[in-house]
């Protein structure tokens, strides 16, 4: 805030800290309590607050999935930022964090126990100190006032409520504190399998073990050690005894969270080989029918692989495993006592046979054909089906994979007619059935690309876009984009046709009069954002702005994925670009460099998909509003990368 600075935020702190230790030299002092802006932390740290405080608070809230929010990797960038500038790690508190139960005026009560409850997690899984759940009750009739865990029956609904009635949020609430209280995390289990969340909590020495998955149904063998019986809570607290077989449990994951109890604490409260910064496991990757040699990470110490399916030997500093070909994939427990006694854990994973890589779409005749390259990682032949769903129907193909063949699936999905419109998304979803389990995975395709050379004739994409519009005065705006690439970037060439010019700023206010904002996502089909801290897969998210500014051609960035990677401001010396006045036309020329995305001129290949939105922004002067020509949404109203288009790289 230009009103109060951090700055102001120090200095505030210095004067009043030495007051409130005269008072109680016991007190913990907390701060800044920005809203998870971590650059204004920054900021205060480097100023000095760090001096002044016992503990970091901030406000942690959310996207609508919690998993969505980069919880843990904004939790590991505080405690980076207080060894940097402390040199210690100070204690996190959330000080406030939660979830509606009504959105867009519809009660959606389970979703709201889900997230606060994941939420709660998340946050006690990554070590965060103490989490206050906002709010208590209702405090107001609309879509804003429904925070509480609790129905706030008064007419008004107004603060102040002699009596409250209980949400799902406070029963689910109420079971994971029963069981969680006062444990210590362990580990988080992100590393067990696509989309698995989970943390294995250290409670009275005994573990208690939270899993969920945020976005469907899954079965899950979950390695439990010695023990032949353990239990399974739900999130509303209903418990049902579950054997084991060969140290596994078959669980059942969905978006609520099962805890597992009687889980061998020989196993989830040891030492572990392959630990990770961020708390995980980096597995030992196996296949199907492999056998495989690793040198030995406890030298002179004896293994064990337990009743599992891998065979394991080992033989002079090295470790030799067979996997047998028709052995149920999933992670699996390796135990290695030492000289002294001591055991250590080496977990190894092994893989599902069947790995789907990302479609891609051709014309073919009056058709559209889908092509989907598949890999059958097992050294054994195996047998799947593969289902396209869209719009146009279910087209299937079974499939019969020789060892460790590797080929593309092409599936007609749909006719091609005059009303084909290119920059309608199709839709639908991937579902790869095998023996063992029933793949989906959703897939999205606009027919927008960028071609290195000329744009062949028939294709199914356009490379080129007309948008039109009423402008800022009233009359009809035009804008023409032309999209291609080379080696060194994305090009865009775009003529905007409008009468009236009109651009006084030359800083970061650009995007409020003439100008063109573009943002890129690089990996479109993912839900997790930039995550350093984790080193995960994960999509880098970019927004720059143009515009012909009194001081001339200006660049500007307004959103990084990571400011020491790609720095926000002024970037005019680190974009070639034109912007020129042509009569009643502004024409920009503009090749973003791949690194400016987020990307390398490696991974800019034939096939790779962008996110994409395009702003052309028109103001006439004083007295006129600002009117946009949108090419996608995502940047006019704020809704960020879910709502970008795709850009193919032809």
């Known amino acids: 805030s230009a009103l109060w600075t951090a700055a102001d935020t120090v200095e505030f702190y210095r004067k009043l800290a030495p007051v409130i ?118 405090f107001g009739l609309k879509d804003y006032g429904r925070w509480g865990l609790y129905f706030n029956p008064q007419k008004l609904a107004n603060f102040g409520p002699e009596e409250i009635m209980p949400k799902p949020s406070a029963a689910a609430y109420g079971v994971t504190t029963s069981l969680l209280r006062g444990a210590k995390p362990l580990m988080h289990l992100r590393w067990m399998d696509t989309d698995v969340w989970g943390y294995v909590f250290i409670r009275d020495g005994k573990p208690v073990i939270a899993l969920w998955n945020p976005y469907r149904k899954q079965s899950l063998r979950f390695p439990v050690g010695n023990t032949e019986r353990v239990t399974v809570a739900d999130f509303m607290g209903n418990r049902r005894g579950l054997r084991t077989e060969h140290g596994m449990a078959a669980l ?40 495989k040699t690793v040198a030995n990470p406890v030298p002179g110490a004896v293994w064990c692989a337990g009743n599992g399916p891998v065979k394991l030997s080992e033989t002079n500093g090295t470790l030799s495993f067979s996997v047998p070909p028709d052995a149920v994939p999933g992670i699996v427990p390796l135990t290695a006592t030492g000289r002294t006694g001591k055991k250590t854990v080496l977990f190894a994973r092994i893989n599902h046979p069947i790995v789907l890589g990302s479609p891609s779409v051709f014309r073919k005749q009056d058709g559209m054909m889908m092509r989907i390259p598949v890999r059958n990682t097992a050294a054994l032949p195996y047998r799947a089906e593969l289902s396209v769903h869209s719009p146009a129907g279910i087209q299937t193909r079974k499939l019969e994979l020789t060892e460790k063949q590797e080929t593309a699936v092409e599936i007609p999905v749909q006719k091609l007619s005059a009303a084909f419109d290119p920059l309608k998304p199709f839709q639908g979803v991937l579902e790869l059935k095998t023996a063992e389990r029933i793949l989906k995975r959703p897939f999205s395709f606009t027919f927008l690309a960028a071609y290195e050379g000329k744009r062949p004739d028939g294709s199914i994409f356009t ?26 970037g994305l090009r865009l060439q775009i003529k905007c046709q409008d009468e009236i010019f009109h651009q006084l700023c030359s800083n970061d206010a650009i995007w409020r009069q003439d100008s063109i904002q573009v943002a890129f996502d690089t990996d479109p089909g993912n839900v997790f954002e930039y995550d350093e801290a984790t080193a995960r897969t994960s999509k880098k998210v970019t927004s720059l702005g143009f515009a012909l500014t009194p001081e001339g051609p200006r660049a500007w960035r307004y959103l990084t994925f990571q400011k020491n990677i790609l720095k926000t401001g002024d970037v005019s010396d680190d974009i070639p670009f034109t912007v020129r006045r042509e009569g009643d036309r502004t024409v920009y020329d503009l090749t973003v460099p791949w690194k400016e995305i987020g990307m390398t001129e490696r991974e800019a290949s034939v096939g790779k998909q962008l996110g994409i939105a395009l702003l052309v922004n028109d103001s006439d002067g004083k007295g006129t509003p600002r009117r946009c020509l949108s090419l996608f949404g995502g940047i006019y109203d704020n809704s960020g990368w879910r709502n970008f288009g795709i850009l193919t790289l032809q």
């Open 252 to 291: 059942n994951l969905s978006q609520e969270p099962c805890y597992l109890l009687g889980a061998d604490a020989g196993l989830w409260n040891g030492t572990y080989e392959n630990r990770t910064p961020d708390g995980g496991i980096i597995p030992l990757e196996l296949y199907l029918g492999e056998k």
């Open 21 to 138: 230790r005269s008072a109680d030299p016991r007190a913990q002092i907390l701060g800044p309590k920005a809203t998870l802006n971590l650059e204004y932390l920054e900021e205060t740290m480097k100023l000095g607050l760090g001096r002044y405080i016992d503990a970091v608070s901030m406000h942690f809230y959310s996207t609508p999935v919690p998993e969505e929010g980069n919880l843990p990797r904004h939790i590991a960038r505080i405690r980076e930022l207080c060894r940097k500038y402390t040199g210690k790690v100070l204690d996190i508190y959330n000080t406030e964090g939660g979830y509606h139960s009504r959105i867009n005026g519809v009660d959606d009560l389970k979703k709201q126990a889900r997230n606060l409850i994941r939420y709660a997690l998340i946050m006690q899984g990554e070590g965060v100190k103490m989490y206050l759940m906002f709010y208590i009750f209702d």
């Open 463 to 488: 490379d080129t876009v007309e948008l039109n519009g009423k402008g800022a005065s009233g009359k009809t705006d035009r804008a023409v984009i032309r999209f291609s690439r080379n080696r060194r």
